[in-house]
Structures are given as C-alpha cells and as structure tokens.
C-alpha cells in the first residue's frame, strides 16, 4: 500500500507557472507507475499525465502536451508535475494516483492509490 501527499498549488496569473509534488510513503514507490489527474468543478476526474515506473515512458493528455512535464524521483519517493504556459482553463484540484503495475494507464479506474488533491487556480 502506498500512501500521497500533493503539495505546490496555488494561485498563479495565466502564462505563469507551478511545480506540483507528490510525496509518496513506503519503500515500493519505484513499483508503482503513477499519473496525475484534475478535476474541475461540476466535471469528472480527468487524465493529465502518467509516467511509468522508471520514468523511462511517459504519456500526456492533448491539451497539456509542451506545457506540463511529469518527472519522478524514485530516490526520493516523490513525483512532479512542472506546468509552464498555465491558462485559465487549467483551473481544478490536481490529484496524483499510483498504479499496482510498472506500466502507465491514462485510464482513472486503472489506479487504485490517490493523494487529497491540490487546488490549482489560473486567472485571466
């Protein structure tokens, strides 16, 4: 079992950028491949990135493809999700979830390990 804690939300103008984190607890933190998800009011959970176990594969959802990076430190138990270019509609709670598997999943029922999420708000 793997516990996660995000941290690094906040407030930032459109064009401006944030560095998620994601904490992970457990020595078996290079097992799991891990995503990100958002979630923006009234919609549902939706895929961002993903990453596999050793970070050699990574996979991005369309409209965030050259603006966000998603990195892991598997040292470190910890993953990352560095967003350049934020736009407004980029506003939501970001969440990361871990995956039983070395191998990445775009898919949300694929990950059965999830973080309390942190609010991401991009003004106009």
């Keep these: ?68 990076t998603i990195s892991r430190d598997n040292a470190r138990n910890t993953l990352f999700l560095q967003m350049n270019n934020l736009k407004p509609e980029d506003t939501a709670v970001y969440y990361c979830a871990a995956r039983s598997s070395r191998w990445l999943s775009a898919s949300r029922d694929e990950y059965a390990y999830w973080g309390q999420g942190t609010q991401v708000t991009v003004s106009s």
């Design 1 to 68: 079992q793997v516990q996660l804690v995000e941290s690094g939300g906040g407030l930032v103008q459109a064009g401006g950028s944030l560095r998620l984190s994601c904490a992970a607890s457990g020595r078996t933190f290079s097992s799991y491949a891990m995503g990100w998800f958002h979630q923006a009011p009234g919609k549902e959970r939706a895929f961002v990135a993903a990453i596999s176990w050793s970070g050699d594969s990574t996979y991005y959802t369309d409209s965030v493809k050259g603006r966000f």
